[in-house]
Each structure stands twice: as C-alpha cells, then as structure tokens.
C-alpha cells in the first residue's frame, strides 16, 4: 500500500490521483466497498483506468519483534472514493474488478457523495494533526461511559447536541433511568 500512496500510480500521499482542476458537472463521488485488505489493489487498479480514486489513509505506529514501524492504513477499512459520471460501462468496469464488493447506495443504486464530505476528509487526511476513525454514535444506540463517576454503566443515546458535541445518555440504575449529558468522548459503542 506504500508504494501505492507515494505515486508509484500517479497518487499523491493523501490518495488522490488524477485531480482535475474543474470537476464535471456529470461527475460525482461515489464510495466502492472493497473486499477486505483490497482498498489498495482496488484503488491502483481503477487509477490505471483513468479513474480518479482516494483512499484516504492514515499513519499507525506498529511493534514488530525487534523494532517499531509506522504504517499506511486505510481510514475506512474496505472502502475508498470513485470520482466518476458512472456511465453504465463505468459501473459495470468497477463492480466486476475482482476486489470490489459493490457501490454504496440505496434500493440498488449508487448513492453519490456530497464534494464536500470527500473534500473534508482530504484535507483532515492530509493535515498535520493526527485522525483517527471514531465510531458512529446514533440515536438509539447502546454505549458505555468510560470515564466520570458512572464509569462502566451502560446505556442509551437519546439524543444529540451537536452544538457542544454532547449526548444526552439514559441510564438504567436500580431499575430507575437516569438521563446524563455527556461528552462523546467519554462513551463507546458496545
């Protein structure tokens, strides 16, 4: 995957390749559900047929036996971005690659990306601080607190305030629910 984030296909190191400078308005971003650990297979693949591909990927700190090594890994494990007009002859060149799964949309068809979700992931991406992925916490959800004096209880998103990026959590003690605001970063999906 290195060599595949360095250029060795054309791509610079934030994963995008084949940038246009003006976006057609026939084009749109579309998310290409790979087979596992075949982003980059996938993603160098399309890149030779002229497609404009981004795998965004972020840099992990790994112990081997007898030293440390810092790795390429993809942010969206098994998923990557296709800029394309999606012609049925593009469609049908992308879903019969060997490591591609399927497009992601609804009912069966390819559901686009808004330009500026892909483009907040790049430049997050390919800025100086660190990004990791975080996992999805909707409403309904089960969670558990991690930090704070209900440390290890578990409970329920009710509700979001993205304004203060906070979660209003139900918790069940002593058969009685107790609703508590929280930071998103002190809970985790169970």
Not at 3 to 23: L, P
Not at 56 to 78: A, H, N, T
Request: net charge positive.
């Amino acid at each position: 995957m290195e060599g595949f984030m360095e250029g060795r296909f054309g791509v610079a190191e934030a994963g995008v390749g084949n940038v246009r400078a003006e976006a057609d308005a026939a084009f749109a971003w579309y998310v290409i559900h790979t087979r596992s650990r075949h982003e980059a297979m996938v993603a160098s693949a399309l890149a030779r047929q002229d497609l404009e591909i981004f795998l965004p990927c972020i840099r992990v700190p790994s112990r081997r036996r007898d030293r440390r090594v810092i790795l390429s890994l993809p942010l969206f494990p098994g998923y990557l971005f296709c800029h394309s007009d999606l012609n049925p002859h593009t469609h049908l060149d992308i879903i019969r690659h060997p490591g591609v799964v399927r497009l992601l949309g609804v009912k069966g068809r390819a559901a686009p990306v808004p330009p500026e979700t892909v483009e907040s992931i790049r430049l997050m991406v390919a800025g100086d601080r660190p990004c990791y992925p975080w996992p999805f916490l909707s409403r309904g959800r089960r969670v558990r607190i991690l930090d704070g004096p209900l440390t290890g209880a578990e409970g329920l998103i009710l509700e979001r305030r993205d304004k203060k990026r906070r979660l209003v959590v139900s918790v069940e003690l002593f058969c009685r629910s107790v609703a508590v605001e929280l930071a998103e970063d002190v809970v985790a999906p169970v």
